[in-house]
C-alpha cells in the first residue's frame, strides 16, 4: 500500500532544507549512507550541498542480531573512500526505528577512524527505540503497527516512494 500521506519526494525536500540549514558550509562535511534507502538519500544530499566525500555503510555483519537475523541476501560492500579521522558525518539512513541499525553504524565508522562529530539524518522517524539514539535530522515522526514497516523504493527515474510492508 502507498501511503499518499507520506510523499517521499515532499518528504526528502524537508530534511534536505534542514540538513542545508545547518551544516551548509560545515568544514570536512562527509555524507555516509546505510543501504540501502540511507544511500540513496546520501547520494542526494551530496549532490545538493555540494559534498564529494560521500560513503556507502552496509551494518549486517555489525548488528547485534545478526544470529537472530541472518545473512540478507543483498550484502553490499562498505565503500568509505575518504579520511574520516576528524572530519563531520552525516550518517543517512530512511527509517530510525529500535537505533539498532545506527548503533551499528557508528560502530562501522569506527573501524575505519574517529570522526570530530557524527550527526543522524533519517528520513522518518517510527519510534520504538530499544536504544538511546535520536536523528538531529528528522523529517517526518509517524506511528505504526509493530506489524508494519516502511519501505523506501526508488524508481528508474530516481523519484522515491514509500510502502507500508505488513509482516
Known sequence: MTLPELDA????KTLEA?????LTGCERLAIVGI??????LAERLALSLQVSDIGFLDVSFYRDDYAERGLHADVKPSHIPFEI?????LLVDDVLYTGRTTRAAI????????PANIM???????GGRQLPIAAD????????EANQSLILKKADDGRLTLTVDHA
Open 85 to 89: 579521522e576528524d572530519a563531520t558525518i
Open 18 to 22: 534542514q540538513v542545508k540549514q545547518k
Open 107 to 114: 560502530n562501522t565508522l569506527f573501524d575505519y577512524g574517529r
Open 35 to 40: 543501504y540501502s534507502g540511507g544511500a540513496w
Open 120 to 126: 543522524l539524518a533519517a528520513l522518518l522517524d517510527r
Open 137 to 144: 535530522f528528522i523529517a517526518k515522526k509517524i506511528d505504526l
Open 9 to 12: 519526494e515532499a518528504l526528502y
